[in-house]
């Protein structure tokens, strides 16, 4: 018998003699050490050279303010040309000489700014450097766009962009295989086709479905994942991957045949909404209190301007001018999009730059004014033609934006100095927030939390 399976001959313990038996097999119940410590959020880092405590330049906040810059131009560039486009006077773009701001107006909100946020937030969910590349075509993009040079440039970064924002996609949905990914890689889908039909002459009006679509699917697949931890059925899961492959196709047939196609990409978003607003557990966490209540508020509207936009699509058809053509736009990318931004800034920017943005009950301000001034803007102004109410409806929905990063910036300097907790240790996040645990890390989430996890952080196991 083995020395390691004898008692010992006295009170006094001896140094055992090594055996030359094999060592009994590890319980069952002992966890598995990590298999990085990179990957974990709780392990300690250790630099290329092994100097612990040492974070790879990737990670720190300053390297990926970097990324985030150019968005950041895009949306102040953005929004003094919805300023010319208003009928009023702009205060960028003549102070910068920025002629062409009102003609590049949507590509350069949609892909410069959104566009930037969704790639750097992917890149750093993927945690590989060159994934960083996306983000920075993005921005590069951007300000070409703006820039004295020949337009084509621009356009043609933007194409690159996208192409290397579907390589980040490979290597999530490689590690991740989930219906919530599919969907968010055909929303990446849209944005390359988006950009190569804008480079090769598509005025912008036509190409608005694919522009959506990048952002409603984006959007869609991150609801989803929460979902999922909800004890989504595989019916449910089926039908959410149908409407997203349906909105590709139906934006496909918008190019063909576009009073058809335009009308089936509006139905599209109808069902979307109503998958979203039957699914979500928004729902329930509405009737909280704190962060979860105004995430969830938040996303419940969006939801409902999401139907908007579909309905002026589903019974107008190809409305690709005029008042119609402003009111879907605006339903779309302010009331859906920007809504979706207020409901997840909390944890998303945690997450990408390491600062906590804790929650203010001030956030209601700019949200409720962003709602107002867009159902002015809608309701009265497009709806009855008065100028005057789109106008000041536009105005609202602007200072809403800028009051919304006001208060973002002013509750991280207010807080505590302190590093945000790693996405990948987070056992789960307020309602309609973005949480990054992994969906094999929680087997519920709990009561009060919506973990509106988006797979750019759940499924592919994001690690800031």
């Excluded at 983000?135 to 996208?162: I, T």
């Excluded at 968010?184 to 522009?211: I, K, N, R, Y």
């Excluded at 899961?237 to 190019?255: D, I, K, N, W």
């Amino acid at each position: 018998m083995s020395a390691v399976q004898q008692p010992a001959p006295s009170a006094s313990p001896e140094p055992r003699p090594v055996s030359s038996e094999p060592r009994p097999a590890a319980p069952a119940h002992r966890p598995a050490p990590p298999a990085s410590p990179v990957r974990t959020g709780t392990a300690r880092r250790t630099s290329a050279a092994g100097t612990p405590g040492a974070r790879p330049l990737r990670s720190r906040t300053g390297f990926r303010l970097i990324f985030l810059a150019p968005g950041a131009v895009a949306l102040l560039l953005g929004l003094d040309a919805a300023l010319g486009l208003l009928g009023l006077p702009q205060l960028l773009g003549p102070a910068l000489d920025l002629t062409r701001l009102p003609d590049v107006h949507g590509p350069l909100m949609v892909l410069g700014f959104v566009g930037t946020i969704i790639a750097l937030e992917r890149a750093v969910a993927l945690g590989r450097a060159w994934a960083f590349a996306a983000p920075a075509a993005f921005g590069v993009g951007a300000l070409a766009l703006v820039s004295d040079l020949p337009l084509a440039y621009g356009k043609g970064a933007l194409v690159v962009a996208a192409v290397l924002l579907l390589l980040v996609y490979r290597q999530l949905f490689a590690r991740q295989p989930a219906t919530a990914v599919t969907i968010q890689v055909l929303g990446a889908v849209m944005a390359l086709g988006a950009a190569l039909l804008w480079a090769g002459g598509v005025p912008v009006p036509d190409l608005t479905p694919w522009l959506a679509g990048f952002l409603v699917l984006t959007i869609f697949g991150e609801r989803l994942e929460l979902a999922r931890l909800e004890a989504l059925s595989g019916a449910a899961s089926r039908v959410a991957l149908g409407l997203a492959l349906a909105l590709l196709g139906a934006a496909v047939a918008a190019l063909l045949a576009p009073p058809l196609g335009f009308s089936l990409v509006g139905l599209n978003l109808l069902g979307i909404a109503g998958w979203l607003a039957a699914r979500d557990v928004a729902r329930r966490t509405v009737r909280g209190t704190g962060l979860p209540r105004f995430a969830a508020a938040c996303l419940l509207a969006g939801y409902a301007w999401l139907a908007v936009g579909g309905a002026i699509w589903a019974l107008g058809g190809a409305v690709t001018e005029g008042r119609g053509y402003e009111a879907v736009l605006h339903a779309i990318m302010l009331g859906y999009v920007i809504s979706m931004i207020m409901a997840h800034a909390p944890v998303i920017f945690p997450a990408v730059l390491r600062r906590t943005l804790p929650y203010h009950p001030v956030m209601y301000g700019p949200a409720l004014l962003l709602h107002a001034s867009l159902v002015l803007r809608l309701a009265v102004g497009d709806a009855r033609g008065l100028e005057w109410a789109v106008q000041a409806g536009g105005v609202g929905n602007i200072v809403a934006l800028l009051a919304f990063v006001a208060v973002s910036v002013w509750a991280v300097l207010a807080a505590p100095h302190r590093r945000a907790t790693s996405p990948r240790t987070t056992p789960s996040t307020p309602s309609g927030a973005t949480s990054s645990t992994p969906p094999h890390a929680t087997s519920s989430p709990p009561p009060h939390a919506t973990s509106s996890t988006p797979p750019r952080a759940t499924a592919t196991g994001a690690s800031s």
